[in-house]
């Protein structure tokens, strides 16, 4: 069994940023991939942004230039650094990871942050 605790989201004012972290414990050989999803209200669960254990990322347009997602290996921990942040970024933030345990791999969810974006 795998955990991921969330944790940075908040109220911001637009404008303004936010350090996302997830950190994965439990059992694993590894952790293929880790990324941000978000649902806003009334909408379907998106992908913000993913990184894969060579440090590849892919982001959404939405977040394009202004979010960075990065991971710290030996902590098993991944980061969405958002900035510029604007009300339609405002959302529940869930983290995920796809970890190995011997041959299989294994998909696993946060709890989810609130971030709010409001003056």
């Known amino acids: 069994q795998v955990q991921l605790v969330e944790s940075g989201g908040g109220l911001v004012q637009p404008g303004g940023s936010l350090r996302l972290s997830c950190a994965a414990s439990?059992?694993?050989?590894?952790?293929?991939?880790m990324a941000w999803h978000r649902q806003a209200p009334g909408k379907q669960r998106e992908l913000v942004a993913r990184?894969?254990?060579?440090?590849?990322?892919i982001y959404a347009d939405s977040a394009k230039g202004r979010f960075t997602i990065s991971r710290d290996n030996a902590k098993n921990t991944v980061y969405l650094q958002m900035n510029s942040l604007k009300p339609e970024d405002t959302a529940i933030y869930y983290c995920?990871?796809?970890?190995?345990?011997?041959?299989?791999?294994?998909?696993?969810w946060g709890q989810g942050t609130q971030v709010t974006v409001s003056s």
């Open positions: 439990g059992t694993f050989s590894s952790i293929k991939a």
């Open positions: 990184i894969i254990s060579g440090e590849s990322t």
């Open positions: 995920y990871s796809e970890v190995v345990v011997g041959q299989l791999s294994y998909q696993y």
